[in-house]
C-alpha cells in the first residue's frame, strides 16, 4: 500500500537546521531555469543516513495525470530522489537535483489544472514523486497547513529565488542599514513633545511660585523640577533600556561562542538581568565584557566586531545624567527674595517710649541748673560719646511733623531711652563693630513693623511785624526788647486751625516787664501787646526767649511754646547781611574799629504733641521710622477693619501717651536744647556770626548770613528739638506697640537659555537611545528582561545548560543559588 503527501508552501526558515544556524535563504540551483523551485528534503526523520540534503524542482510544470493509488498521509515523508518511478535505495543518499525535472510520463502541455507533487511510497519500500492536479480544497489546504513536527515547520511560500548556503560559509557580517532594530518611533515622538512641555511646565511653576513665602516657593519649585526631570529622566531610561538589554544578551552570546567550556555563569546572568533600567547591570555588564578575554572585540571579530561596551557606556552615562535632571532644573530656576511690609496681622508687644516716675524725679533734680542763665547748662557733654536721637519729618497735611528716631535699646527687652537722664550709664545702642557685624549678616532681613503713640513736633515762625516799632536795640539801660504783638500770636494760633488759650486776651503790664528806665516805645500801645522779651547786650549773636503759656501739659495733649530768637550781628562779618533795625551807636569790632550792628527777629509756636507712628525695626540695622498712622496718643485693644491680632493682650502697660505730670522732664529736655544752640556761638563779645546762625538762613559759609528767613529757622529749631528735646521723653517706661512681622516673599525666574540648553541635550540623547539600538549577533531578534523574553529563551530552548539537573518544589532562593549558581548557560545560536 502506498501513501503520498502534499508537499505544501515552503520557506527557507523551514529548512533550517541546528547544523545551517547561518542559512537564511535559498536560491536556484545554477543553471537551472530561472522558474521558482520547490526545495524538498531527501531524507527522512528517522533515516539514520540523513544530512539534510535538499532537492529542488519548478513549480511551473505541469506533469501528466497523477496515479491513482497515492492518497493524503497522516505524515510527510521525505522522498529520497526525484524520478519518476521506482528506484533501487543507496547507501548514501546526497541527492540534490541539479536542473530542470523531467517526468519519466511526458506531460500534458495544456493541462489547464497547476499540479503538485506528492511524495508516494509503494509497499516493497520503493519511492515515488507523483504529481497530482491542484483543486479548490487543495489549494484551501495549502493556504492554512496543518502544524509539523519538530524542525519542519509549515512553509510559506515565497516569490524569491531560494538560494543554498553551505555549511562552511562564514556568517555574513551586520551592514550598516541592518545593525540597528526597528525604532519604537512612538515613545521618541512623546519624549520629543515630553522636552518641548518641559519648557512650558517650568515656566508655569515658576509663574506659581510667585510672592509665595520663601517655603512654598521653594516647595512648588522644588517639585515642579522633580516632577520634570522624574519624567524626562524615566522616559529616557524607556529609550535606552532596549540597549542595555541587546548588550547583556550580546554577552551572553559572545560567552556562548566561546567554545568548549564557554558560556555564563547563571549567578553572573542574575545579576545581569535583574533590573534593565540599573546601574548595576550596567556595571556588571563592564565588567564581565573586561573580565572575560575569550569576548573581547579582537577574539570575536570573525562574527560580530561591534563596541558593545561604548553602548553599555552611554547608558550608564544617560541613566547618571537623567538622575541629575531634577538637581539641574533646581539650579536653572533662580529663587529671589523681597522684605514686605503687611499690617493685617498683628501681636501686642511692650517698647520704651515713657517716662517711668523714677525718670521725672530725675529730671526734676535738674531744674535748678537749667534755670540758671549763668550756668547755661546741657545735659551731656560734646564728648561724652551719648547717643544722640537721628531727626526726622514726616509731612501731615499742610504741616511738617518732627520726630525722633527710636534708640535701639528702647527696642529691646530691658532697655531704657535718654529720658532716664542717666547718662553716665552704659550706652543705649550698638557700637559701630556691633552694627557693622550685624550687616555684615546680609543686605535683607525679615523685621517687624512696630505702632505705637510718640512726641512729634509742628512748629510756624513768623518774622516780626513791623521790627522797627517792636524792635527796640539799644534802651536806656542798655537792653534790646521784642515786644509782641496780641494779634501776631492770635494768627500763629490759627495757621495751627487752634484756638488760642484764654491767656493770650490777658492784659499785658509794662511796667512790671521793663527795666527801671526804660520805656514804650512811642506808637506801641500797651494793650496791644501780649508779651515781650528783653536780652542783655552781651555780644551774643542770637537769643532766645520762651513762654509755655502757663500750660504744663497738664491736660496730657502735650505741650505749647511761644519762642523768640533775636539776631544780633556784627555788620562788619556779615557783608551780605540785610537787617531790618540797624542800631546808631556804633560798637567796637575785633580790630577796635567803630562799626554798627543789625538787628533782626521771628517769633514761633511750636506744638509738642502725641502721634501713632510706624516704626521699622529690623536685626541688621537702627530703628526707622515709616510713616504717620493717625494723629492720637492710644493703642486700642480693638483692631481695625481687615485687621487680625495674633496672641493675647498686654496687661498691665500703659496704652495711652500722657503729658501729665511731665513737665520737670520737659522743661529740663527744652532748656538743653535751647542752651546747645546758644553755645554755638564763635565768642561771646562783638556779636560774631557761627553755624547755627548762619543756617537761619538761606546763606553758608563763614561770610554767607543773609537774612533771617522764619522757615530757615522753624526748620533748624525744630530739628534741634528733635535731636535735644524728644528722646529725653522716653526714659523707662513701657508703652504698648503693635508688631507686623514682614512677610519674606520669593519670585522665581528662569534662565531660558540655560534651559534650552538642557532640554535640546535630553532631546537628543533620547533620539539617539531610541533609534540606534544594536541588533544582536547571528540577526537573532531582539531579547530583554521581560517574562516573554524568558518564555522564549527556555520554553524555546534557546538558553540550554551545560548540565543536567532538576530543582525541587519549594526550594529557598538561597539554596537554589547555592545549586546552581556556577553553572554555565549557553546561547543555542
Not at 572585540?297 to 541613566?319: A, C, E, G, K
Not at 521793663?514 to 551774643?540: E, H, I, M, R
Request: glycine share 8%; charged share 15%; with cysteine.
Amino acid at each position: 500500500m502506498s501513501e503520498s503527501h502534499t508537499l505544501l508552501p515552503w520557506s527557507p526558515e523551514s529548512l533550517r537546521s541546528p547544523d545551517r544556524p547561518h542559512q537564511t535563504s535559498l536560491q536556484s540551483p545554477p543553471g537551472l531555469s530561472p522558474d521558482p523551485w520547490i526545495p524538498v528534503p531527501l531524507n527522512s526523520d528517522n533515516d539514520p543516513h540523513s544530512d539534510g540534503s535538499i532537492a529542488a524542482f519548478p513549480t511551473s510544470i505541469r506533469p501528466g495525470p497523477p496515479s491513482s493509488s497515492s492518497s493524503t498521509p497522516e505524515k510527510i515523508r521525505r522522498p529520497t530522489s526525484l524520478t519518476y518511478g521506482p528506484r533501487a535505495p543507496t547507501a548514501k543518499r546526497r541527492n540534490v537535483a541539479t536542473g530542470p525535472w523531467t517526468p519519466a510520463t511526458p506531460a500534458t502541455p495544456d493541462y489547464p489544472t497547476p499540479w503538485l507533487s506528492y511524495p508516494s511510497f509503494s509497499d516493497s519500500g520503493h519511492e515515488y514523486l507523483s504529481l497530482l492536479p491542484v483543486g479548490e480544497d487543495d489549494q484551501k489546504s495549502a493556504e492554512n497547513p496543518p502544524p509539523l513536527p519538530q524542525k519542519d515547520r509549515t512553509p510559506n511560500s515565497s516569490a524569491s529565488t531560494p538560494a543554498l548556503t553551505a555549511d562552511s560559509d562564514p556568517p555574513p557580517k551586520q551592514t550598516r542599514m541592518g545593525a540597528f532594530e526597528e525604532p519604537d518611533r512612538k515613545l521618541v515622538i512623546l519624549h520629543a513633545i515630553l522636552c518641548l512641555a518641559a519648557y512650558g511646565v517650568l515656566h508655569l511653576v515658576a509663574r506659581i511660585a510667585q510672592n509665595r513665602s520663601l517655603f512654598w516657593a521653594r516647595v512648588l519649585v522644588g517639585a515642579g523640577c522633580g516632577g520634570v526631570g522624574l519624567v524626562l529622566s524615566f522616559n529616557l531610561l524607556l529609550l535606552t533600556q532596549k540597549m542595555i538589554e541587546a548588550a547583556a544578551w550580546a554577552t551572553i552570546i559572545h560567552h556562548s561562542e566561546e567554545g568548549g567550556t564557554g558560556g555564563l555563569r547563571i549567578k553572573d546572568l542574575e545579576v545581569m538581568s535583574r533590573s534593565s533600567t540599573s546601574a548595576w547591570v550596567a556595571i556588571s555588564v563592564i565588567w564581565n565584557r573586561i573580565r572575560y578575554l575569550g569576548i573581547k572585540r579582537n577574539v570575536r571579530r570573525s562574527y560580530d566586531d561591534r563596541p558593545w561596551i561604548l553602548v553599555v557606556l552611554f547608558f550608564l552615562i544617560t541613566m547618571i545624567f537623567g538622575g541629575m535632571l531634577p538637581f539641574i532644573f533646581a539650579r536653572i530656576v533662580n529663587i529671589t527674595t523681597r522684605i514686605e511690609h503687611q499690617t493685617t496681622q498683628y501681636r501686642e508687644v511692650s517698647v520704651v517710649g515713657d517716662l517711668s516716675d523714677q525718670d521725672v524725679a530725675k529730671a526734676s533734680s535738674q531744674m535748678l541748673a537749667f534755670a540758671d542763665f549763668v550756668r547755661t547748662w546741657t545735659l551731656a557733654p560734646f564728648a561724652s560719646g551719648t547717643e544722640q536721637a537721628r531727626p526726622v519729618t514726616f509731612q501731615y497735611g499742610n504741616d511738617t511733623v518732627y520726630f525722633a528716631e527710636p534708640l535701639l535699646s528702647q527696642l529691646m527687652p530691658g532697655g531704657h531711652g535718654l529720658g532716664t537722664f542717666d547718662l553716665n550709664g552704659t550706652q543705649t545702642g550698638m557700637t559701630d563693630s556691633d552694627l557693622m557685624a550685624e550687616q555684615n549678616q546680609g543686605a535683607q532681613q525679615p523685621g517687624v513693623l512696630l505702632r505705637y503713640p510718640r512726641w512729634g513736633i509742628r512748629i510756624h515762625c513768623e518774622k516780626l511785624s513791623d521790627p522797627t516799632l517792636n524792635l527796640v536795640p539799644y534802651s536806656t539801660d542798655s537792653l534790646t526788647y521784642v515786644f509782641i504783638p496780641r494779634d501776631f500770636v492770635k494768627t500763629l494760633f490759627t495757621s495751627f486751625s487752634l484756638v488760642p488759650p484764654a491767656i493770650v486776651n490777658t492784659p499785658f503790664n509794662p511796667s512790671a516787664f521793663l527795666s527801671t528806665n526804660d520805656s514804650l516805645p512811642a506808637g506801641v500801645a500797651a494793650s496791644n501787646l501780649y508779651s515781650g522779651a528783653k536780652f542783655y547786650s552781651n555780644g551774643v549773636a542770637h537769643s532766645f526767649f520762651s513762654d509755655g503759656f502757663a500750660n504744663h501739659g497738664s491736660d496730657g495733649n502735650g505741650w505749647t511754646y511761644l519762642e523768640v530768637v533775636l539776631v544780633r550781628l556784627n555788620s562788619s562779618y556779615t557783608p551780605v547781611g540785610h537787617y531790618p533795625v540797624i542800631n546808631n551807636v556804633t560798637v567796637l569790632d575785633a580790630l577796635g574799629r567803630p562799626t554798627n550792628v543789625g538787628y533782626d527777629a521771628a517769633v514761633c509756636l511750636s506744638l509738642y504733641e502725641p502721634w501713632i507712628v510706624e516704626t521699622f525695626n529690623s536685626s541688621i540695622g537702627l530703628p526707622m521710622s515709616t510713616r504717620i498712622v493717625e494723629k492720637g496718643n492710644t493703642i486700642s485693644t480693638e483692631h481695625s477693619k481687615g485687621q487680625k491680632m495674633l496672641g493675647k493682650i498686654i496687661q498691665g502697660v500703659t496704652r495711652t501717651l500722657s503729658s501729665t505730670n511731665r513737665w520737670p522732664a520737659y522743661a529740663v529736655a527744652h532748656d538743653n536744647s535751647v542752651n546747645q544752640m546758644i553755645k554755638d556761638n564763635g565768642r561771646d563779645i562783638w556779636y560774631v556770626p557761627n553755624p547755627t546762625l548762619v543756617s537761619f538762613t538761606d546763606g553758608a559759609g563763614p561770610n554767607g548770613y543773609t537774612e533771617l528767613s522764619a522757615s530757615h529757622f522753624a526748620d533748624a529749631r525744630a530739628h534741634a528739638d528733635a535731636a535735644n528735646v524728644l528722646p529725653f521723653l522716653a526714659g523707662s517706661g513701657a508703652v504698648v506697640a503693635h508688631s507686623y512681622t514682614d512677610l519674606t516673599l520669593a519670585s522665581a525666574s528662569i534662565v531660558d537659555y540655560q534651559l534650552c540648553i538642557v532640554l535640546i541635550f535630553v532631546l537628543v540623547i533620547g533620539c539617539i537611545g531610541g533609534l540606534f539600538v544594536p541588533k544582536l549577533p547571528f540577526g537573532i531578534p531582539r531579547r530583554g528582561f521581560t517574562l516573554y523574553s524568558w518564555i522564549a529563551a527556555f520554553q524555546g530552548q534557546e538558553l540550554v545548560g551545560d548540565a543536567a539537573g532538576a530543582l525541587d518544589r519549594k526550594m529557598d532562593l538561597e539554596e537554589i543559588r547555592r545549586q546552581v549558581g556556577d553553572r554555565k548557560l549557553k546561547y543555542n545560536v
